[in-house]
C-alpha cells in the first residue's frame, strides 16, 4: 500500500490540479443546467465531467508509469500511462456523443432558457479557472521543452513546444485549450439566445463543444496508441546523436534509436571507435557517454555497442 501512495505522489501535479478544478466546474455547471435548462450550459457540464475523468485517469497512469521494474515486466511500467489514456477517451467519446446529440434535440426543438446571469456567471467562472490551469499546462510545457521562455513568452511557446511535453502535461493542455475556448463559445451563444429570437444558438453551440471534444479524443488516441506500440523520437535522437558525435573517441554512428514510451526515453546506439583501443579504455568511453546521455530530462535507459571504424562517415544530423 506504501508503494502505491508513494507512487502517486510522484504522479503529474498538473493533471491532479486539472482533474479537482474540473470536477468542481462540472458540479456547478451541473447545478446551472438544472436550475435554467439551458442546452450550452449541458454541453459545457458533459465538457467539464469529461475532462475531470480524463486528467484523473492520467494522474493515475503518470503515476503507475514510474513503478520500478519487476521480475515480469522488467521493460517497466513506461507505457502504462499511454494504456490508461486510451481508456479514458472512450469516457470523453461518449460524453461527446451525449453533447452533439442533446444539440441535434434542441435544433430540431428550440425553447427558450432561463436563468441568464445564473449561465454567464457560471460559465465566467469556468473559463477563469479553466484558464488558469491552461496557464500552468503551458508553463509545465515551458520546463519539460527546456525552451526557457517565462512570462507571457510561455503562451506562444507552448503551442511550438507541445509535443516535446510529456504526454499528461500535453493532455492537459490540449482538454483546457478546448474548455476555455468551450466556454467562451456557451458564453456567445447564450447571449444570442437571450437577446434574440435565435434560440438555436445553443443547440449549435452544444453541437461545436462535442466536435471539440471528439476532436481531443482523437488526438488524444492517436498519441497514446503511438505510444503503446512504441514510438521513434527523431528529434531527441538527432539531438543525443550530435553529442555523441561530437565526443572524441567516438568515430562514427552506425545506428542511433530513441524510443518514447510514456514519459520515459530508451536510447540504444552503436558506436564506431578506433579497433586499436583496448576493452578497458572501450568500456571507460561507454560509461562516459551513458553518464552524458543520462543527463538528458527523461532518459532512464540506455544500450551503447561498439564496431570498429570502418572509415565511411554514415552519421548525417538533421539540424
Not at 509545465?140 to 513546444?161: D, L, N, Q, R
Not at 562514427?252 to 546506439?269: C, L, N, R, Y
Not at 568500456?283 to 530530462?297: G, S
Request: aromatic share 8%; glycine share 8%; hydrophobic share 50%.
Amino acid at each position: 500500500m506504501k508503494e502505491y501512495v508513494s507512487l502517486l505522489r510522484q504522479g503529474s501535479k498538473s493533471a491532479a490540479l486539472a482533474a479537482m478544478v474540473n470536477l468542481v466546474i462540472a458540479l456547478v455547471k451541473g447545478g446551472a443546467f438544472l436550475l435554467t435548462g439551458n442546452v450550452a450550459m449541458f454541453a459545457e457540464t458533459m465538457h467539464s465531467f469529461g475532462d475531470a475523468a480524463n486528467q484523473l485517469f492520467v494522474y493515475v497512469g503518470s503515476a503507475l508509469s514510474k513503478k520500478a521494474p519487476t521480475e515480469r515486466f522488467p521493460g517497466g511500467f513506461g507505457r502504462a500511462v499511454n494504456l490508461v489514456l486510451l481508456g479514458a477517451v472512450l469516457i470523453v467519446g461518449i460524453l461527446a456523443y451525449e453533447t452533439i446529440r442533446e444539440g441535434i434535440t434542441h435544433l430540431a426543438h428550440p425553447s427558450e432558457s432561463e436563468g441568464l446571469w445564473i449561465s454567464i456567471t457560471v460559465l465566467a467562472l469556468g473559463c477563469i479557472l479553466e484558464g488558469y490551469v491552461l496557464l500552468k499546462a503551458m508553463r509545465e510545457i515551458a520546463h519539460e521543452s527546456e525552451s526557457g521562455a517565462k512570462g507571457f513568452a510561455v503562451i506562444p511557446m507552448s503551442f511550438v513546444h507541445v509535443k516535446r511535453a510529456k504526454p499528461a502535461t500535453k493532455l492537459v493542455f490540449m482538454e483546457d485549450l478546448v474548455a476555455t475556448s468551450g466556454g467562451l463559445v456557451a458564453i456567445i451563444a447564450i447571449l444570442i439566445a437571450a437577446y434574440t429570437p435565435f434560440y438555436q444558438a445553443e443547440g449549435i453551440a452544444s453541437i461545436i463543444i462535442g466536435a471539440m471534444m471528439f476532436l481531443v479524443v482523437g488526438r488524444v488516441f492517436l498519441d497514446n496508441a503511438a505510444g503503446v506500440i512504441g514510438e521513434a523520437d527523431e528529434e531527441m535522437a538527432d539531438k543525443i546523436g550530435n553529442i555523441l558525435f561530437a565526443d572524441k573517441d567516438v568515430k562514427d554512428i552506425q545506428e542511433m534509436t530513441v524510443v518514447k514510451e510514456g514519459e520515459s526515453f530508451h536510447v540504444e546506439a552503436k558506436l564506431e571507435i578506433d579497433p586499436a583501443l583496448t576493452v578497458a579504455a572501450a568500456d571507460d568511453i561507454k560509461d562516459r557517454l551513458e553518464a552524458q546521455i543520462m543527463e538528458h530530462r527523461g532518459v532512464t535507459d540506455v544500450i551503447i555497442e561498439f564496431d570498429e571504424d570502418d572509415k565511411t562517415q554514415a552519421w548525417k544530423s538533421k539540424e
